[in-house]
C-alpha cells in the first residue's frame, strides 16, 4: 500500500511541473542540438533564427528581469558548464558580480557587440563616462551581431555552416526591411512631436537613428529619463526637477514607462509638472527596454516600442 501511495504522488507532482521546467530540463538533454546560453532574450532570438533545428538556445535572463544587475540563481552554474557556446550582450550591460565572472571564466562566450566596438568605435555611445550597452534598440546597429554569432556557430558545428551563413543572410535582409519600415514610420512625425521621455536612459540609440532628423547633431536633446543606463541608480529631486524643465522646453505631452521599470519616478514628474501648469499624462501602453515582456521576438518588440511611440507623439492630451 505505501509504495503505491508513493507512486500515486511521484505522478500528482509530475503533473504539477510548469511547462517552463519541461523546456528547460529538454536543453539539457543530449539530442545532437548545439546548445547554445544568452544572457538576454533578445541576443537568444537572433541565435535561434540563424542556429533553426540544429541550436538549442537559451535565455538566462527572462521575463521583466534586469540584465544589468542580474546574479546567478540556483541552476545557472550548471547551465554554464552545459553550455557549448556563450553569447552576451557586453559593454557592460552584464555587471552583476556573478554572472560578469560566469561570463569571463566561460572559454567560449562571445559578447556579440564586441566586433561592433572594434570596428566601428564612432557608433559606440558613451554617457556619463561609460558605454550604453543597449545597442539593441537600434536595428541597424543589432544587425552588426549576426556575423559573430554566424563566425562562432560555424567554428563549433562546421557541418551545419553553409545553413548558418544562409539564414543569417536572410535575417539581415528582414532586419534591415524591418529597420526602413520604422525609420519611416517615426520620421513621419512632426519633428517638434519627436522628443521621448521614458523610465531610463534606454533609447539613446533608439533616439539617434529613429527620432533625429538626418545629421542633426544636437539630436540628445530629444531623449531624456529620469533614472540611469542602469536602472537601480538612485533619483533625487533633482532629476525629477530637471525632467520636468527638459518636457516643458521641448513640449512633451507624454510619458511613456517601460514594462520592467517602476512607475514611481515618472508619476512623480507628472505630478510636479501640474505644479507648473503642465499638463503632463503617461502612455497607457509601455515600452520594452531592457526586457522582451511579452513580445514573440526582438523585431516585434522593436516593431512595438515605435508603434507606441508614434501613436502616442500624434495624440492629442485632453
Given at each position: ?88 550582450n557586453g559593454l557592460g ?85 524591418a529597420d526602413r519600415e ?60 530637471e525632467v520636468v524643465s ?73
Open positions: 500500500m505505501n509504495r503505491f501511495l508513493v507512486f500515486v504522488c511521484a505522478l500528482l507532482l509530475a503533473g504539477c511541473v510548469k511547462p517552463s521546467s519541461l523546456k528547460q530540463e529538454k536543453w539539457f538533454q543530449s539530442d545532437g542540438t548545439v546548445k547554445v546560453l544568452t544572457t538576454t532574450a533578445m541576443i537568444a532570438d537572433i541565435v535561434a533564427e540563424i542556429g533553426g533545428d540544429q541550436v538549442d538556445a537559451h535565455a538566462l535572463i527572462k521575463g521583466e528581469l534586469d540584465p544589468h544587475t542580474y546574479e546567478l540563481v540556483k541552476g545557472d552554474d550548471e547551465r554554464f558548464v552545459r553550455a557549448d557556446l556563450i553569447f552576451y550591460l552584464e555587471h552583476g558580480l556573478s554572472l560578469r565572472e560566469s561570463l569571463d571564466k566561460h572559454s567560449r562566450a562571445t559578447a556579440v557587440t564586441q566586433k561592433l566596438l572594434e570596428t566601428k568605435p564612432e557608433t559606440i555611445l558613451i554617457v556619463e563616462g561609460q558605454y550604453d550597452p543597449h545597442v539593441w534598440m537600434d536595428i541597424a546597429m543589432w544587425v552588426d551581431t549576426i556575423d559573430p554569432v554566424v563566425d562562432a556557430l560555424c567554428a563549433f558545428d562546421p557541418e551545419h555552416a553553409a545553413l548558418y551563413r544562409s539564414r543569417g543572410e536572410a535575417l539581415r535582409i528582414k532586419m534591415c526591411e520604422i525609420y519611416e514610420m517615426l520620421q513621419a512625425v512632426p519633428p517638434e512631436k519627436r522628443y521621448l521621455v521614458t523610465s531610463h536612459d534606454a533609447f539613446n540609440y533608439f533616439t539617434r537613428h529613429y527620432l533625429a532628423a538626418p545629421g542633426e547633431s544636437n539630436w540628445q536633446v530629444r531623449c531624456k529619463a529620469p533614472e540611469g543606463l542602469a536602472p537601480e541608480a538612485q533619483m533625487s529631486i533633482s532629476d525629477v526637477i527638459h518636457a516643458q522646453n521641448w513640449g512633451v505631452e507624454v510619458l511613456f514607462p517601460e514594462s520592467n521599470v517602476s512607475q514611481d519616478a515618472l508619476k512623480k514628474i507628472v505630478d510636479a509638472g501640474k505644479k507648473r501648469g503642465m499638463t503632463l499624462r503617461l502612455s497607457s501602453h509601455m515600452l520594452y527596454g531592457d526586457a522582451m515582456g511579452e513580445s514573440e521576438s526582438y523585431l516585434d518588440m522593436v516593431e512595438h516600442n515605435a508603434r507606441v511611440i508614434a501613436r502616442e507623439f500624434m495624440a492629442k492630451n485632453g
